[in-house]
């Protein structure tokens, strides 16, 4: 990680680099071997202090002198880092002035300092993972395992059988939720953020409540608020925005709002993004102490830079893979809403056969259309017998669990589900 350009002074470069020489070559690197090493390269002379004028062989022996705490030599080695990475910022700085002089789009340059920034956080050690021998990996399993045995655990539960028992809640991994046009993606992920960072619809003992990130393009935060209202309280969306309300269910309307307003939810409710920009959105709220991070929808996202002309099949995948990237680099979960094109029938098969046949949808469904890089995708099917279908899961089975769905109150649940939290009931319709 560290090499001579990492610092600001040359000299101090000149000594690191003279030093790792001695170290690869398994000398100790005393003042002796140091010397030695620079005079055969005729850089002792280049070595100096411009505070107190030393040069040579005087400013080694003034450094070896200086009183040095050994216990903060990492953090001295991350002030080092740091003031590396601001300079390139600074750089980088002047070079997007140099660009917008020039007339550059923002999206080109954006797209183009996204892999500058990406390196330089790389190199700081933003959740980035180096090159470690199979004894470190084995001792960080090690302590995983004793985070999760000592209740620390990095899973998320959803408080959904048909969502947990398959994938086991929410893992530091990148999910997909797909389907066709209105059949509940979004709610499915309204569903999942009311369970993890405002309340389950079941009474849960031990409960602690998570902060998330949603990027919602198609709907403002206001709404998103009401439909989390709608699916607590039975009140239609519509009904709320019309103020259409009896005095009964305008409690049930304070009551949920309050609750929602007492969550750790952050809304990002930009009409688009570019990839770059998603980017620096998501380390922001990692940052801020994001658990989860929820998007919707993929088919929204711009690559930038003259990308997003690219064949739709090509556009998707490289958007999903680099979704998938981000959240290596976070460590965090990300679920991505994904909706997919309605699935061709053969032309064989008359109109009513098809409306009366239930068509299972499969993984292939996805193919060319970002399918491949999500570790978990689920497909829902709502309209008929509804259904969520695990038709990929890396780290466990896949399968079907049927569901109940209420299109009213948009709310998912399992089938044994009696539950219902009893604050949060279907209020009566206004006379």
Request: hydrophobic content about 40%; overall charge negative.
């Amino acid at each position: 990680m560290f090499e001579k350009k990492t610092f600001g002074f040359r000299s101090f470069g000149i000594i690191f680099q003279a030093i790792k020489e001695a170290v690869d070559s398994d000398l100790y690197p005393d003042i002796e071997t140091v010397t030695t090493i620079l005079d055969q390269r005729s850089l002792l002379d280049s070595v100096r202090i411009e505070l107190n004028g030393l040069q040579g062989r005087e400013a080694l022996e003034f450094i070896r002198d200086v009183d040095v705490n050994v216990d903060a030599l990492e953090s001295y080695a991350f002030q080092i880092l740091h003031l590396r990475a601001n300079r390139q910022l600074l750089t980088i700085a002047k070079e997007i002035q140099d660009a917008v002089e020039l007339g550059n789009t923002p999206i080109e340059i954006l797209s183009k300092i996204d892999v500058e920034t990406g390196k330089i956080a790389a190199y700081v050690g933003a959740q980035s993972k180096n090159t470690r021998t199979a004894k470190d990996v084995a001792q960080s399993n090690v302590e995983q395992l004793e985070d999760t045995i000592n209740g620390k655990s990095s899973y998320i539960s959803t408080y959904l059988k048909f969502w947990d028992d398959f994938v086991g809640g929410l893992f530091p991994r990148l999910y997909m939720i797909a389907a066709e046009q209105n059949e509940g993606k979004s709610s499915l992920v309204l569903n999942l953020i009311r369970n993890i960072a405002i309340q389950p619809p079941c009474l849960v003992k031990e409960y602690a409540k998570r902060k998330i990130k949603l990027f919602t393009f198609e709907s403002s935060a206001e709404e998103i608020n009401n439909k989390l209202v709608q699916m607590m309280t039975g009140i239609s969306q519509l009904r709320i925005e019309k103020g259409q309300m009896s005095e009964s269910e305008l409690v049930l309307y304070k009551n949920a709002l309050k609750e929602i307003a007492d969550s750790p939810i952050l809304y990002d409710d930009s009409p688009e993004l570019t990839l770059p920009l998603l980017r620096t959105k998501i380390r922001k709220a990692v940052a801020e102490g994001a658990e989860a991070i929820f998007i919707d929808q993929l088919e929204q996202i711009l690559i930038g830079g003259g990308g997003d002309i690219q064949q739709e099949h090509i556009r998707l995948n490289y958007i999903t893979y680099r979704i998938k990237a981000y959240q290596r680099e976070s460590n965090i979960p990300i679920v991505l809403v994904h909706q997919r094109k309605k699935a061709v029938e053969s032309q064989s098969t008359s109109y009513s056969q098809q409306e009366d046949r239930l068509r299972e949808p499969e993984l292939n469904d996805l193919n060319q259309a970002g399918g491949k890089a999500p570790d978990a995708v689920a497909m829902i099917r709502t309209k008929k017998a509804p259904a969520i279908f695990w038709v990929k899961n890396r780290q466990g089975a896949k399968g079907k669990r049927s569901v109940n769905w209420d299109g009213s109150r948009i709310l998912f649940s399992d089938i044994s589900e009696d539950s219902i939290r009893p604050e949060f009931v279907q209020a009566e319709l206004p006379q």
